[in-house]
């Protein structure tokens, strides 16, 4: 008993404190287990996120962080022989979507249509279209994941003012919403959707000063207009086509990381490639000739309103060509203008030639000395049977001399002479000049024309071929071997491009004129330049064609077109090819019409072309006239114009 005399009350005892022990050991073992169970959970996770799934994570990561920014290379520019530009490229941007992101956050549920709003007056492109490019689209992947594309391209060759603009109207756009009652997160995620769902790519647009100005020799380019492609510029005619490599250049791409509004971090950047512009294609073109021949040519189209004309100013030396052209053309400014229509018919039209063809067997005559110039030829009086056939002259004529029947253009004449020449010798002086094969100019779908070999000749081949009857030429090849008879009989391989070069004007390859055969040697290209000397004068039939203070020697053409297979009546080919100053050549020009509504014989039609070009040309390039023809006052008229102009 205590003092007070109360009993003791019982506190517990040792049975007490047992249980009590029990008890918490039992909630330490749960607790321990719990943190075993936590930690374990825990470590299988950093298992599985470090090293199970490790390569998969990292993909999702730097698909997230990483970018990979591509630096397109500028392409080279065009010039002609002085420098001018021909072609060049401008810095644009192409716009883009990332349909991914739109559709993948909730602060914007319409973000779609409110961009497509928004971008459709600075594009210039219809809200709906814009509003259907920006809509999700998916496809299976190479691994077979279906994917959401996060590349649209909404419009290319937008100017750079334009796109300042267009990111001053976005970054104004989380403005526009009321967001007072969002969470700042939110606030966050309207930022990024306005500043990373639209973007651009650095792009180039290609620009034509001269317009339709040989528009056919430096050719178009086309962008990429597949949806998910890349910004680029691709050839697709003439130089740009030809030399679209060199021209390219080659890309350059930096692999960086980006924060959450896809701003680049510099400081982050692993891979820096530095993109290599592309080279400067120096042309042979001299546009102040090319300027001249196609005003001459317009005029022309005016006047004998044909299908079409085509033009070519060359220097029969080197081959090199100063101007080409082919009207009806197109300006590679407006694609909307590009047709088949424009195409260039210098190169890719095959006709038959008709009498310019009768250079080839006169000369090749003259070469085998089957023939001299005065030899003489009965012409039938202008109709001649043979194998089955007649053949006619557009006039009677008689007894004829080899340089009469260049000079009167006698069909029949031409026939009798090839037939002395032979066969199997005229297909292969034909073959020599470059006829039935490629010229090698460095232009796409250039044609090799038609010349059969001799076992598939008929009778008549051998009387037909020789005034341009069965044969199929370009005018080109035409013009390659007129020249070939103004250069002592060589053969020159066309020269249209002079060098390529860095854009700091280095020379990284230079082309050099290459001759290709000596078909004919030098006397008898003198004696046929003898007899073409007389093709335009009054006694010729190129009296048009005649220069006032310079001898031409040419030859005129008026072919007979075929279609189906058969010669149609009223339906012409009409050419003059001639060179001047004859004895001593420095200009080459040809001048053909398609169909001339307005007389249709080659010298009425094209000699005139041919003279105007010819004296501006010589006028321009400052060529001295032939002392023969010039009085002593005209002499030093000429010569003080030629001072004047250098001034």
């Not at 001295?624 to 102009?645: C, E, H, I, K, Y």
């Amino acid at each position: 008993m205590t003092p007070s005399g109360e009993e003791p009350i019982a506190t517990g005892g040792w049975p007490f404190f047992e249980m009590t022990n029990k008890l918490q050991i039992r909630r330490a073992l749960l607790l321990l287990t719990c943190l075993v169970a936590l930690f374990a959970g825990l470590g299988y996770r950093l298992v599985d996120l470090q090293v199970i799934r490790h390569d998969e994570l990292l993909a999702q990561a730097e698909k997230k962080t990483e970018r990979r920014i591509s630096e397109t290379a500028k392409r080279g520019d065009i010039l002609d022989a002085n420098g001018n530009l021909l072609a060049t490229s401008v810095p644009v941007r192409t716009v883009w979507a990332n349909p991914e992101l739109l559709a993948g956050q909730r602060v914007l549920p319409n973000a779609p249509a409110i961009f497509a709003r928004v971008l459709a007056p600075w594009l210039k492109v219809d809200e709906g279209r814009l509003y259907q490019q920006m809509q999700p689209r998916t496809h299976v992947n190479a691994k077979g994941e279906t994917v959401t594309n996060q590349y649209a391209v909404l419009k290319r060759q937008v100017a750079e003012d334009t796109w300042r603009q267009i990111q001053t109207v976005l970054r104004s756009l989380p403005a526009s919403v009321d967001t007072r009652t969002w969470k700042r997160a939110d606030r966050l995620t309207l930022t990024n959707v306005c500043l990373a769902s639209i973007a651009t790519d650095a792009d180039q647009m290609r620009v034509y000063p001269n317009g339709t100005n040989a528009a056919q020799v430096v050719g178009f380019v086309s962008a990429a207009v597949a949806t998910n492609a890349p910004p680029g510029l691709a050839g697709c005619d003439g130089i740009e086509k030809a030399f679209n490599s060199k021209l390219s250049g080659v890309d350059g791409w930096r692999v960086t990381e980006a924060d959450s509004a896809q701003h680049e971090l510099a400081s982050h950047r692993d891979e820096d490639v530095q993109a290599r512009d592309g080279l400067n294609v120096v042309l042979t073109l001299d546009m102040a000739v090319q300027h001249i021949l196609e005003t001459a040519m317009a005029e022309a189209l005016q006047k004998h309103t044909p299908k079409s004309i085509t033009g070519i100013v060359m220097r029969p030396r080197t081959g090199e060509i100063l101007a080409m052209a082919s009207l009806p053309d197109y300006d590679p400014n407006i694609p909307n203008s590009i047709t088949t229509n424009g195409r260039n018919r210098v190169i890719n039209d095959v006709v038959e030639p008709g009498s310019t063809f009768k250079i080839v067997v006169v000369s090749g005559a003259l070469n085998s000395g089957v023939v001299t110039l005065d030899d003489q030829f009965f012409c039938e009086n202008g109709h001649f049977s043979f194998a089955g056939r007649v053949l006619h002259d557009h006039e009677s004529l008689g007894i004829e001399s080899v340089k009469s029947i260049i000079m009167k253009s006698s069909n029949i004449g031409a026939a009798k002479i090839g037939i002395k020449l032979g066969e199997q010798s005229l297909y292969d002086y034909a073959w020599n000049y470059g006829f039935g094969q490629r010229t090698g100019i460095p232009l796409p779908g250039e044609a090799g024309g038609i010349l059969y070999p001799v076992k598939k000749w008929s009778k008549v081949s051998i009387a037909q071929i020789p005034m341009g009857h069965g044969v199929a030429v370009t005018r080109l090849q035409m013009i390659m071997a007129m020249s070939a008879i103004a250069n002592d009989g060589w053969l020159m391989r066309p020269m249209l491009v002079s060098r390529l070069q860095q854009r700091d004007g280095s020379v990284v390859q230079r082309y050099a004129p290459e001759r290709v055969r000596q078909v004919v040697g030098e006397d008898a290209t003198k004696k046929i330049i003898e007899a073409l000397k007389g093709v335009a004068t009054k006694d010729g039939t190129a009296a048009e064609a005649a220069m006032k203070n310079y001898v031409v020697a040419g030859k005129t053409g008026t072919a007979q077109k075929v279609e189906n297979g058969t010669y149609v009546s009223g339906k012409y080919i009409s050419s003059f090819i001639g060179f001047f100053p004859a004895d001593n050549p420095e200009l080459c020009i040809s001048i053909v019409m398609d169909e001339p509504k307005e007389g249709y014989y080659g010298g009425k039609v094209c000699g005139p072309v041919f003279r105007d070009v010819a004296e501006r040309c010589a006028s321009y390039l400052n060529i001295p006239p032939d002392p023969s023809l010039m009085g002593t006052n005209a002499f030093v008229a000429q010569n003080n114009f030629g001072v004047a102009r250098n001034q």
